[in-house]
């Protein structure tokens, strides 16, 4: 689903969504409260290794996720994780691996994690008025990780006890929320300070991402001059809010006089071309945008934005119309809109995914499932019709039909969780046992859960419905995944002693 509103019934995790109604007011913390997850490391001060911040980062993500915070929108994260992508193909000397997402907050903030996570805010998206502005904040969050000012801060605060999972996100959780710090302190108690303080780095830390970032930033040939004005932009809407309330990224990112002088005499001093800014930006903004307030008055918004002809972008504009009427549930004019977009022969992909949507919202079932074929041929690479057309078909009871079509879309993707955790469902709904457990298995397996993959994979080997070549797979797969556990096991003893 990705969606985060009761409305719409989209794919995956709708009971995650749900808790997720605007205007964002999620309540994570008694969730984080009660979580009682491994601390990693010991009191007596294990350095911690890189194997160690990625396990910290991915049992964090999995708190993130599971919290409803998180903004599951396949097409949002995709976007994002893009982004980076050219930031990293640009810059060939970073080594570490990142995962983007985005927050469904609309406080601004933006925050790396150990392991390469880095979140991104609604609000901080929708604050930022060009693509390289954007680029300009995963940069600085991508310079953290590479400088591996995690990994010092933790080493500087090995005398005191390590922090636990739970407590990374909490702090993620409640440093994202951008408001209502008194009641959340009160709910997080002594935590809240020693939390609060895993996301603050130095300010030398700061400065060096800053100086690092921005060489990614420009030899990824974004506009160089971005990150100041996105600085400079943060701070004038700090002093312009009445409501004195600080942004959360400025409380982890001060924004001081010098930060803006120096971002401004790099910018000054390297040469630029023209900035490669995607349309893709304005989509995705759009998109966030149509998820803000109440659904009449997203609708009003772009009606307005259309009328008085303020926007980047015409289509991106008339898309988020559309993605507003959707909410409002208003199918008809949803659709009127996304005709007027073909008849100006606007082709994206989100705009296909778009009618998907409207369609499946106004029942026409048939017409969606013809509509995503169709649009899954001519966007090959957009993900979000992968989901959404076996959802359709499960919706539809179909589970075979839309078992054939997962099984096309994993040969070319098979690490991606959603579809796999897709091929379960189909395949628990046409009574595949085998088949059921190996996709849940291998969900398991990529979402760095080996104990619960295992478990799964047995399952599959007991459930004796598949055939000879699927049992010796199964089999054989289990033993890879028991010997990976203890591998891994071997590894983290050793990272004790070291
Ligand atoms: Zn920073």
């Known amino acids: 689903m990705r969606f985060p509103f009761p409305v719409l019934a989209k794919p995956v995790a709708a009971a995650v969504a749900l808790t997720l109604s605007l205007p964002f007011v999620a309540t994570v913390l008694p969730a984080v409260a009660q979580t009682n997850l491994p601390e990693l490391g010991d009191s007596s001060g294990a350095l911690v290794t890189g194997q160690q911040e990625r396990k910290l980062g991915a049992e964090a993500m999995r708190e993130i996720?599971?919290?409803g915070a998180w903004l599951n929108d396949p097409e949002v994260n995709a976007y994002l994780n893009d982004l980076g992508r050219r930031i990293l193909d640009a810059n060939p000397t970073?080594?570490?691996k990142f995962e983007f997402f985005a927050m469904g907050?609309?406080?601004?903030?933006?925050?790396a994690m150990p392991g390469g996570y880095?979140?991104?805010?609604?609000g901080l998206v929708l604050l930022t008025q060009s693509e390289s502005e954007l680029a300009s904040v995963l940069s600085h969050e991508m310079a953290h990780v590479t400088q591996k000012h995690y990994a010092r801060m933790?080493?500087?605060q090995r005398k005191n006890a390590w922090i636990g999972i739970a407590g990374l996100a909490g702090a993620v959780l409640a440093a994202s929320k951008g408001k209502g710090d008194a009641a959340q302190g009160a709910l997080l108690g002594t935590q809240a300070a020693q939390v609060q303080s895993y996301l603050n780095f130095s300010r030398?830390?700061?400065r060096e991402a800053d100086r690092i970032g921005f060489q990614y930033l420009a030899r990824a040939q974004f506009d160089p001059a971005s990150m100041g004005v996105f600085m400079e932009r943060l701070q004038r809407s700090t002093s312009l809010s009445d409501t004195g309330v600080v942004p959360g990224y400025l409380r982890t990112h001060p924004v001081t006089v010098e930060r803006i002088a120096d971002a401004r005499s790099r910018s000054a001093n390297s040469e630029f071309k023209l900035a490669r800014e995607s349309l893709d930006f304005h989509y995705v903004?759009?998109?966030l945008r149509s998820y803000v307030g109440e659904p009449k008055t997203a609708v009003a918004f772009f009606e307005s934005a259309l009328e008085d002809r303020k926007f980047a972008s015409e289509a991106a504009t008339r898309y988020g119309l559309a993605a507003a009427l959707l909410r409002a549930r208003d199918f008809e004019r949803a659709k009127r809109e996304l005709a007027t977009l073909e008849a100006a022969r606007v082709h994206h992909p989100m705009i296909a995914a778009m009618l998907g949507q409207v369609l499946v919202q106004n029942e026409e079932i048939p017409a969606a499932v013809r509509h995503y074929e169709r649009a899954i041929a001519e966007f090959p690479t957009h993900w979000q019709l992968h989901y959404d057309l076996p959802e359709v078909l499960l919706r539809s009871k179909e589970p075979k039909r839309a078992l054939t079509s997962l099984e096309k879309s994993l040969a070319k993707r098979p690490d991606d969780v959603q579809l796999l955790e897709l091929a379960a469902r189909a395949s628990a709904e046409a009574g595949y046992k085998m088949r059921q457990h190996r996709f849940l298995?291998?969900?398991?397996?990529?979402?760095g859960n080996l104990r619960g993959a295992i478990d799964q994979f047995e399952l599959a080997s007991k459930a004796g419905d598949g055939d000879y070549y699927e049992a010796s797979y199964v089999e054989a797969r289990a033993r890879e995944l028991k010997r990976e556990m203890q591998v891994a096991r071997q590894n983290e003893r050793r990272a004790l002693f070291e």
């Open 441 to 447: 298995g291998e969900q398991y397996a990529r979402q």
């Open 285 to 287: 903004r759009a998109l």
């Open 118 to 122: 880095i979140g991104v805010n609604l």
């Open 94 to 96: 970073i080594r570490d």
């Open 204 to 206: 030398d830390n700061e």
């Open 105 to 111: 907050d609309p406080g601004v903030n933006a925050f």
């Open 65 to 67: 996720r599971a919290s």
């Open 154 to 156: 933790m080493d500087d």
